[in-house]
């Protein structure tokens, strides 16, 4: 099937990010009482608070606190850890390059307004023209559910989901987008090891977007079409 559209995760796939957020999390419940181990929290990130929040939390303290702590969650990664983040090498010229090569593309992102705001300045497109952008208001649940994929391709008329391609860093990524039909090119910038990658669906994987550049044209996207 001819790829038509491109959707980028984020936070793992454009900027390395990941370490940073796994340890607002740690911190933020830390405050009320909780002391998660990094490694334990970082695996869960890829996931929005709706999911990540019930593996830590029993039922009566998540319906008390869960909203709140997601909040603050927001508040300790904006003001402590966002100045740190970085784009990965070429992210901004892989996201030119598939706009140049005639792919419509868009972000399909769990982060708030706000911080997705704030990437694309990271990444260095806060001017470029997306066809698309989604965040965590698009999405009634997050990742590994298919709402952010879903609603980017509502974003996205004519196109369907066999014609698109998730480029995504967590196993969460393949799997939301395997429930959307959607198929997925898997980064190891975000941590997760190629193994879980695979296993979660993802049928080509590349290290990094400078990496998925330099092998653009015998790639999947670059080959015009998907394997069967």
Not at 72 to 89: D, W
Not at 178 to 195: N, S, V
Request: hydrophobic share 40%; with cysteine.
């Amino acid at each position: 099937m001819l790829i038509k559209a491109v959707l980028f995760d984020v936070d793992g796939t454009l900027v390395d990010s990941v370490d940073l957020h796994a340890q607002a999390w740690v911190d933020a419940f830390k405050e009320i009482g909780h002391d998660i181990p990094f490694d334990e929290m970082r695996a869960q990130i890829g996931k929005g608070g709706d999911q990540l929040l019930p593996v830590f939390l029993p039922p009566d303290e998540l319906k008390e606190k869960g909203q709140a702590l997601e909040k603050r969650r927001g508040e300790i990664f904006r003001e402590g850890y966002l100045s740190q983040v970085r784009a990965f090498p070429q992210a901004a010229e892989l996201l030119k390059h598939v706009d140049k090569a005639g792919l419509r593309s868009a972000l399909a992102s769990s982060a708030s307004k706000e911080e997705l705001a704030a990437l694309r300045r990271i990444v260095g497109i806060e001017d470029d023209r997306l066809d698309a952008e989604t965040s965590s208001s698009d999405a009634e649940r997050s990742k590994p559910f298919p709402d952010i994929f879903e609603a980017a391709l509502a974003q996205l008329p004519g196109i369907s989901p066999d014609e698109a391609v998730v480029i995504g860093d967590t196993p969460y990524d393949a799997e939301a987008a395997a429930k959307a039909g959607i198929r997925t090119i898997g980064m190891l910038c975000g941590g997760f090891p190629e193994q879980s990658l695979r296993a979660a669906g993802c049928i080509a994987i590349y290290r990094d977007p400078a990496h998925l550049l330099a092998e653009y044209e015998a790639s999947p996207l670059g080959a015009g079409g998907m394997p069967d």
